[in-house]
């Protein structure tokens, strides 16, 4: 019987026939299309033509149908559907990929042909998008250690195998202990909590089996309690739960495992030619260097840590009156800051969640896309990984422009967080290919399902990712959509978010979930007018994440990461009342893999540009200006990695921006 994983697939918009496919699949389809992709590259290697362009990056950039396939599904369903048997699938191949890709870097005789082509460069006639992609092709071949020879060869090998492995028991290792807490609530423990957070805690009880409510490290689940829940002492018990994730010893304890994973990226480094991880890492982004992070990280810790100072101020008088003594705590903060929304702005999440609808703010990100870029939506029946899954055909002009895929709600086989990735990306060569793009969220289930509107930016914002996927419009697959440079990836993402803020967009469609009423004037101003509120928290707990990481990395790896973590967060003064957004042992951005790994600061990087970005709108006509709305799809999010970024943006905005704009909208500058 054929593997359903192999054969080209006959489905609408070719789209993976999930059903038709078992774990049992997964294992030998690999192994085929392992051996098909190293006949692939073993012929371009040993191709006895002179190396052309052509002959040798074209020949790369030819997909490997069926390993694309197989990869494609597994990391799709094994992210956000997992379950033990594919659990120890990750566990085996991540060595096996690893090493199946250091052996294509460390192929002699392929780096010898790139390298032919790349020496040869001036005198081919080759397009600018061509030359980027040769330029990146030899680059991370010369990164990956393609020009190592002798031990140092084999020794980067080792490493590059034992980082997958680490990776795979980290997040592993955080999905377990995420999965396997709870605590169970009485009736009486849910003083305080409105309507929707008791929904969702009686559903997360149903899913884990237990009798009645419970409270689930689900982001969505934890945070409402945590603002809402009278009981101090049961706030205590849930964070000291949620910052003690891969920190609670045995078999998931994730800090010797990121000791571990700093230690071999350095000796990466160091075999490279680097100082440290960081100048290495760093050199390909737009920051460049470890001192221009840092500089503007500190640029915006300062003002961000005194307004958070004198916001801890105010909380604990509010403590005070409540009768508690000593200091505020981080299981304190998000209680009072809510009580103190309510009073400064008369703001209630419990009144404001029901004009946030999940199918009413999907329906609003589809709008703004159809405003801005002429994209439509229309609902597609296809057979996906999970029943919570819902698909859209994105067309443009009576034209397909590619499949659409939303995971809305959390549940125990999907790790947390939210995240935007490509089943399959645009391309034009070989062949004009469409893109298949899923959204993965970690929404609280319930009926109706409501968003808080720190869910509602999220779903904003992964659906800014898809755009930049949907959107892209470049010949090769391997500089499409969001392969761009990690600090810059952030900036379609975020600037989306900034139509979630337009007023009219809230008018239309942050309706009432029971009378369906359009969000009263008064409230969208409240609404509005709260939008820094408690900024100065969210800007250190972030800042404080990202200077960790960017520590972590900047020299010799520490032995004890709990002790270099403390080090660098009494140095910066981090105020006691507020902890890191991610602790070392759950930083999952930084360990899970070498994506955000000296990287984490990104989103701050392109908030710089976000906050410029949508300011060339409001100076032109507005939120849905027509003439800004074409030159960003032209510039930016047409582009993918086709150019430097820099020069994208200074081609969107016709300079680079300031952080002035950033401080500005996080309410953080001086005036």
Not at 39 to 55: D, L, V
Not at 388 to 412: L, M, S
Not at 632 to 640: A, H, K, P, R, V
Request: glycine fraction near 8%; charge should be negative; hydrophobic fraction near 45%.
């Amino acid at each position: 019987m054929t593997n359903p994983l192999l054969p080209h697939w006959d489905t609408p918009f070719q789209i993976a026939p999930f059903a038709d496919i078992s774990d049992e699949d997964f294992a030998p389809a690999l192994d085929q299309a392992l051996i098909a992709h190293n006949a692939q590259i073993a012929a371009i290697a040993g191709n006895t033509e002179p190396p052309t362009f052509a002959n040798v990056i074209e020949a790369l950039e030819r997909p490997c149908r069926e390993l694309d396939q197989v990869l494609s599904v597994f990391f799709t369903v094994v992210g956000a559907d997992s379950n033990p048997k594919r659990e120890a699938l990750q566990r085996d191949f991540s060595p096996k990929l690893a090493a199946h890709s250091a052996a294509i870097t460390a192929n002699k005789a392929l780096f010898a042909r790139i390298a032919a082509v790349w020496n040869a460069r001036d005198s081919l006639d080759l397009t600018s998008e061509q030359q980027r992609v040769l330029m990146l092709t030899h680059r991370g071949f010369v990164r990956g250690g393609a020009a190592l020879t002798g031990a140092d060869d084999t020794r980067m090998q080792a490493i590059k195998g034992r980082l997958a492995t680490l990776g795979t028991s980290f997040t592993q290792n955080l999905l377990a202990d995420e999965r396997d807490w709870f605590m169970p609530l009485d009736e009486d423990d849910l003083q305080g909590l409105p309507d929707f957070a008791i929904g969702a805690a009686r559903a997360a009880g149903v899913e884990k089996g237990a009798a009645g409510p419970v409270v689930t490290l689900s982001r969505s689940i934890i945070t409402p309690f945590l603002q809402f829940s009278k009981r101090r002492d049961l706030r205590e018990v849930a964070f000291n739960a949620w910052v003690a994730r891969g920190a609670n010893g045995g078999e998931t304890d994730n800090r010797e495992i990121a000791a571990e994973i700093l230690a071999l990226r350095h000796e990466r480094a160091q075999l490279l030619g680097y100082d440290s991880f960081a100048d290495y890492k760093l050199e390909t982004e737009m920051a460049k260097t470890p001192g221009a992070v840092r500089g503007l990280l500190m640029e915006v810790w300062a003002p961000a840590k005194s307004q958070a100072e004198a916001d801890a101020e105010v909380l604990t008088q509010m403590m005070r009156a409540d009768g508690i003594n000593g200091d505020l705590q981080p299981w304190d903060w998000r209680y009072y800051a809510e009580k103190r929304r309510k009073v400064e702005h008369d703001l209630d999440e419990a009144e404001l969640k029901p004009y946030l609808q999940l199918d009413r703010m999907i329906e609003a990100s589809f709008a703004c896309a159809s405003r801005l870029f002429g994209l439509q939506f229309a609902p597609l029946d296809a057979d996906l990984y999970h029943p919570d899954c819902r698909a859209w055909e994105v067309t443009r002009g009576g034209k397909h422009v590619a499949v659409f895929i939303g995971d809305y709600f959390a549940r125990g086989s999907k790790r947390s967080g939210a995240w935007c990735s490509a089943m399959r990306g645009q391309a034009k060569f070989p062949q004009v290919q469409a893109p298949v793009v899923i959204n993965v969220c970690n929404f609280a289930k319930a009926e109706p399902a409501l968003l808080s509107w720190d869910d509602a930016r999220t779903l904003f914002h992964e659906f800014g990712h898809a755009l930049h996927q949907m959107l892209s419009n470049v010949s090769y697959e391997s500089i499409s959509g969001t392969s761009v440079a990690r600090d810059f990836v952030e900036l379609p993402s975020q600037l989306y978010e900034h139509w979630l803020e337009v007023p009219e967009v809230l008018a239309e469609f942050a309706t009432h979930a029971e009378t369906g009423a359009a969000m009263p004037q008064e409230l969208l101003n409240k609404v509005l007018g709260a939008a820094n509120f408690d900024m100065g928290f969210q800007t250190v707990e972030y800042v404080a994440s990202a200077l960790v990481d960017l520590a972590f990395h900047e020299g010799a790896a520490p032995t004890d990461v709990m002790a270099r973590q403390a080090e660098v967060l009494r140095q910066i003064g981090l105020p006691p009342a507020i902890t890191m957004r991610h602790a070392s042992p759950h930083f999952a951005h930084v360990f899970a893999g070498d994506g955000y790994s000296s990287g984490y600061y990104s989103y701050m990087w392109s908030e710089v540009m976000d906050a410029d970005a949508f300011a060339a709108f409001e100076e032109a006509g507005g939120a849905f200006d027509a003439e800004r709305a074409k030159a960003l799809e032209d510039t930016i999010l047409s582009t993918g990695g086709s150019q430097d970024p820099g020069e994208l943006y200074v081609a969107f905005r016709g300079r680079l921006p300031g952080v002035e704009a950033l401080l500005k909208g996080r309410g953080l500058d001086a005036s």
